[in-house]
């Protein structure tokens, strides 16, 4: 199984900026197509973001223009930047792993990272 940890969550004020990052235990990651999902407490899990395994990029139709997806091969390790935070924003972050970018998008990725909470105050 394909280890994902994630770290760069935390409080930030409206308008702010966060870096979550996610690094995989896996020497073949650049391979991998890469997902984020995020989900309220009381609501549905929702797709943010996917990169694929050449760097090319998906995203939700509620985030993008404010978050950016990139990946760094050498490092085995994806991003997710997060810029003009809003209050709506507040979730459990996820990172996800699969050989194929449309599993990804769809949410049926093999391999799932722990979460990390993202908290934005007004």
């Known amino acids: 199984q394909v280890q994902l940890v994630q770290s760069g969550g935390g409080l930030v004020q409206a308008g702010g900026s966060l870096r979550l990052s996610c690094q995989a235990s896996e020497r073949r990651f650049s391979m991998y197509a890469m997902g984020w999902f995020r989900q309220a407490p009381g609501k549905l899990r929702e797709y943010v973001a996917a990169?694929?395994?050449?760097?090319?990029?998906h995203y939700g139709d509620f985030v993008k223009g404010r978050f950016t997806c990139s990946r760094d091969n050498a490092k085995n390790t994806v991003y997710l930047e997060m810029n003009s935070l809003k209050p709506e924003d507040t979730a459990v972050y996820y990172c996800?792993?699969?050989?194929?970018?449309?599993?990804?998008?769809?949410?049926?990725?093999?391999?799932w990272g722990q979460g990390t909470q993202v908290t934005v105050s007004s």
């Open positions: 996800a792993a699969d050989t194929s970018v449309s599993d990804v998008k769809n949410a049926v990725c093999d391999h």
């Open positions: 990169i694929s395994w050449s760097g090319a990029t």
